[in-house]
């Protein structure tokens, strides 16, 4: 094969979308920018808008719905728990329904229960759609190169991070070794303490070799590196931070508009 | 016989002997035990999480019996690494990797990691990088610990500042109790028991412990 | 391909001793190789072969993790200042591949070394081609199978063009055919280039063709021999055999069992009709298999990598539940859940099949050997007296009485191999399967398996094993399981 038709040879299905062409520190930054400003309110208007706005913004994202469904589950089934948590013990306030020990279910906490949940999903949301179909290499190369981190460090984790498929296998592995050992019947917090320590010697030694190899191809050294994949920032960069800040604050005044924004140390 | 020379190693790789600065095997490493440990969580996710949370919904404040083994990686890489930082980037790398595979708690998790890296962190700093007995890493533990429940106090979906008295203050001593035993002694126990099998041979750890041969 | 200038190495009185240890590893080493010459470095375990690769690598470290005697010189210079000069690539692939996508992880050394950004495609090509390795840029790196790993590893390191290649142990990992593979590569590259070349193998067989030279470490420092190959291997060869090298021509002194004939009338150990086994839950690894493992004999399951052997070993011993049909044991091996080994539980699992995975660490769960030989007795409930005459026969008979209080994980890899097999003998199932025990084993190592293999056997132990190894297959005799890949 030659270079060129092996530079232009992609994988199979992987059409290009909006999303691809904005730089992963963005992603990051956007990550942020669309939950932190949340927390500034618990109430169950700018979570609703912030949900709705984002999934209005799923075609730029190149996931299915279906997909996206299928990654919020989790998070849509522990979300009422969260809200639990604040139905029992929020500071009481406005009519009392029912008080048992600690526990007190008032007015407000039934408000707050509500929003919260209800920001579990809107919390969880943004890494599901901005985080889909990030390949870590490219978020490598951009924190080195965009964020300016020191490259030492984001090659040294990225080379480690590409154990974790070997460690999945290794977990299983270990799992059926101690079945066959006799061990497999009782004890599975014992089991899970004896493989986590195998887990870690592995890690450990995996890791040392890999440093040596990474030290014997010239890395570490004090040698200026060059990149030979850039990462740059363009203005779909710059697009896509204004559309972020857009939801948030149409979330935010959406809910002081209707009233029931609630600055959350109050 | 010939007289041999005694040279130490050459090293044109500029580190010269600054003990704090990071060779490439602490920065690989780090992250390896990171990944570990990020998938350690994601398991304890499903036994811890689930105690976390039935205990956190229905009881005042006992769920943070459980939070300990969230809090291991920054005990983990502090007593393994033992340079500036090592806390911090082993508690966060197991926090994004555990993100990564799949929890209820997105990007939170990555910031909790964060602080409760920096908590762990500032007990090592606190002793200088010099001190790693079980003492410090129980103490570890309980910083990180302090730092999860003042964090969970004012961020996530649902703060609990806006709990009640009773609920923050069970909630804090479980949370440095759990901290102190599940992250700072079984931490400490795990690394002594690494540079038993010889794999820390390349960290101070395992040189202190190795059988000479 | 441009090539850079082959390197000259020199040694004189080189020692290297790792902090913490009392011993050094290699100590009053001197030689010298001209530019273009290809050394093969033998010796026994433990002799220091691959700290003299990592020192000539530079990748040692500094003065804090060890101690140096004598000098050291690639080209003249230090190792550490020839980093991106000199090439290593090591036993284990994934510890050695970077980056996840094949293109990504040849271009790597290049980048660290500062080359143009534009010059970086060009090599990366060149490296690719000369290795022969003729995937996509874009293909993972974890879709490669174990030759084309190494393969990689050596293109990742060719693209660095360097004048020095070191090899430690490149084809332990690997199958017949990736061991063809990277064996071919490696000649192809170094008729290319003329880079002098140092390799460390104890399957000598394979290389002792291509290479000009042999040096032979001595366990307690100095050189124990250094000629030609044919000079070398004819003075020295007993002592290389017994230091676990394969010396080419020299046989195993083992027997060969028979082959079974037929089909025994007797009831199989286990059997299952129509089966279709999965590693996961997703989709059928090979179907439609009948298979057999008599009793008493060794069976045999063959077939090319990726194929599902493994997956067959270990669905047969109860650890991988089937897909499709089932596994059934002989009515005398049946537990209270039945005849199905997959619905035993793991303590009626431990006296029926014993199962040897192909790493042994996966399989450790103590701290020292005495207690991880325990481990099954424990389980059974034994008393203390029964089960430390069974712990101290078994140290004696697999050679290991003298670690019993030392920790697995600090043996070498044929020890922690017989310490994994004496733990399933613990129990003295009635089954026995092994996955890939011969794996990365030196002579002695393999030739004290095999016979232990043959022993079982002759007991009456019902013997399975997977294994790519022709030398295993041709000792243990009794059936074989040939496996197709999927249609």
């Known amino acids: ?266 | 016989m010939s007289t041999s020379t005694r040279t130490p190693a050459a090293t044109s790789t500029g580190v010269g002997t600054n003990p704090w600065r990071w060779r490439v095997v602490d920065i690989v490493v780090a992250a390896v035990l990171g990944v570990a440990v990020g998938l350690l969580f994601w398991g304890w996710n499903v036994v811890g999480g689930a105690w976390f949370g039935a205990a956190d919904a229905l009881t005042p404040g006992l769920g943070g019996i459980a939070v300990g083994i969230w809090l291991i990686g920054g005990v983990i890489g502090g007593l393994v690494i033992r340079k500036p930082g090592a806390a911090l980037v082993v508690e966060v790398v197991a926090a994004i990797v555990s993100m990564l595979i799949g929890n209820v708690w997105g990007v939170s998790t990555v910031l909790s990691g964060l602080v409760q890296g920096l908590g762990a962190e500032l007990i090592f700093a606190i002793f200088l990088y010099r001190r790693f007995g079980l003492g410090v890493a129980a103490l570890a533990g309980v910083g990180a610990g302090a730092a999860a429940w003042v964090f969970e106090l004012f961020y996530g979906s649902s703060p609990n500042i806006l709990k009640s008295l009773e609920f923050n203050t069970i909630y804090l001593v479980c949370v440095a109790v759990s901290g102190a035993v599940l992250a700072g002694v079984v931490g400490w126990l795990l690394v002594r028991a690494l540079a038993k099998t010889g794999a820390l041979s390349r960290f101070a750890a395992g040189r202190e412990l190795a059988r000479e041969v | 391909m441009a090539t850079a200038a082959p390197a000259r190495v020199h040694a004189a009185g080189w020692g290297w001793r790792y902090a913490g240890r009392r011993l050094p590893a290699v100590s009053e080493v001197s030689f010298v190789v001209e530019p273009g010459e290809r050394v093969l470095l033998l010796g026994a375990s433990g002799a220091g072969k691959s700290t003299l690769l990592a020192g000539l690598a530079g990748v040692l470290g500094d003065a804090d993790e060890g101690e140096r005697t004598g000098t050291l010189l690639v080209d003249g210079a230090a190792p550490e200042s020839r980093r991106g000069h000199t090439g290593l690539v090591m036993q284990d692939p994934d510890a050695g591949i970077v980056l996840s996508k094949v293109g990504d992880d040849v271009a790597f050394g290049c980048e660290n070394l500062g080359i143009e950004a534009s010059e970086i495609p060009l090599r990366v090509a060149d490296a690719l081609g000369a290795v022969g390795l003729d995937v996509p840029l874009r293909r993972p790196t974890k879709a490669l199978s174990g030759g084309q790993k190494q393969r990689l590893v050596l293109a990742g390191v060719l693209a660095m063009r360097p004048g020095l290649l070191l090899l430690d142990e490149p084809t332990a990992n690997l199958d017949p055919e990736g061991v063809a593979e990277v064996r071919d590569s490696v000649e192809r590259v170094v008729d290319a280039t003329g880079a002098t070349l140092i390799v460390v193998e104890h399957r000598t067989p394979v290389w002792a063709d291509l290479m000009t030279r042999v040096i032979v470490l001595a366990a307690d420092g100095g050189l124990l021999a250094d000629g030609p190959p044919s000079q070398v291997f004819a003075d020295h060869g007993d002592a290389l055999a017994d230091a676990g090298v394969w010396v080419p021509g020299r046989d195993v002194g083992l027997p060969a069992l028979p082959v079974a004939a037929s089909a025994s009338p007797e009831e199989p150990a286990l059997s299952a009709t129509d089966l279709a086994i999965a590693r996961t839950s997703r989709e059928d690894v090979q179907s439609g298999l009948d298979v057999r493992v008599p009793r008493g004999s060794a069976t045999v399951i063959t077939g090319p990598n990726g194929v599902g052997k493994s997956t067959l070993a270990l669905t047969l011993a109860g650890l991988i539940p089937e897909r499709t049909g089932e596994v059934v044991s002989a009515a005398s091996l049946a537990g209270r859940g039945g005849r199905r080994p997959i619905r035993w539980t793991s303590r009626e699992l431990l006296t029926r099949i014993g199962t040897v995975f192909q790493e042994p660490e996966h399989q450790f769960l103590t701290q020292t050997l005495r207690d991880e030989l325990a481990v099954g007795p424990k389980a059974l409930g034994w008393d203390a007296a029964r089960t430390a005459a069974v712990v101290d026969g078994l140290l004696e008979r697999l050679h290991l009485s003298h670690l019993a209080l030392a920790n697995p994980f600090t043996l070498s890899g044929g020890q922690k191999r017989r310490l994994s097999v004496a733990t399933v003998l613990a129990a003295s199932p009635e089954v026995i399967v092994l996955d890939e025990p011969t794996f990365g084993q030196d002579r002695r190592g393999w030739i004290e398996l095999i016979a232990l293999l043959q022993e079982e056997v002759a007991s009456g132990t019902s013997v399975v094993a997977v294994t790519h190894d022709e030398g295993v297959i041709r000792h243990l005799g009794g059936h074989r399981i040939v496996l197709e890949p999927a249609a």
């Open chain 1, 1 to 266: 094969m030659s270079v060129q038709e092996s530079v232009i040879e992609t994988d199979a299905g992987a059409r290009r979308v909006w999303l691809d062409g904005v730089n992963p520190v963005t992603k990051l930054i956007l990550a942020l920018l669309l939950s932190v400003p949340l927390f500034a309110s618990i109430d169950v208007v700018s979570g609703l808008v912030a949900i709705g706005l984002q999934l209005l913004c799923l075609p730029l994202t190149g996931l299915s719905l279906g997909t996206v469904a299928r990654r919020l589950a989790p998070i849509i089934i522990f979300a009422p728990i969260a809200g639990l948590s604040m139905l029992l013990y929020a500071e009481p306030a406005g009519h009392i329904y029912w008080s048992f020990g600690f526990a007190t279910i008032s007015e407000d906490s039934v408000q707050l229960a509500i929003a919260v949940s209800l920001r579990v999903v809107a919390l969880g949301l943004p890494t599901i759609l901005l985080f889909g179909r990030t390949d870590p290499t490219e978020l490598g190369d951009a924190l080195a190169q965009v964020a300016k981190l020191p490259s030492r460090f984001v090659l040294g984790v990225l080379a480690g991070t590409r154990m974790l498929g070997l460690f999945l296998e290794d977990w299983r592995t270990m799992g059926l070794a101690r079945r066959a050992r006799g061990v497999g019947d009782h004890g599975a917090l014992r089991r899970f303490f004896s493989m986590a320590f195998v887990l870690l010697v592995f890690a450990v030694r995996r890791g040392t070799k890999l440093a040596m190899a990474m030290e014997a191809r010239g890395f570490g050294a004090d040698i200026v590196r060059t990149w030979s994949r850039p990462s740059r920032l363009h203005a779909r960069d710059g697009i896509a931070l204004l559309g972020a800040l857009a939801i948030m604050v149409l979330a935010l005044a959406a809910a002081v508009l209707l009233g029931t924004f609630r600055f959350v140390w109050t």
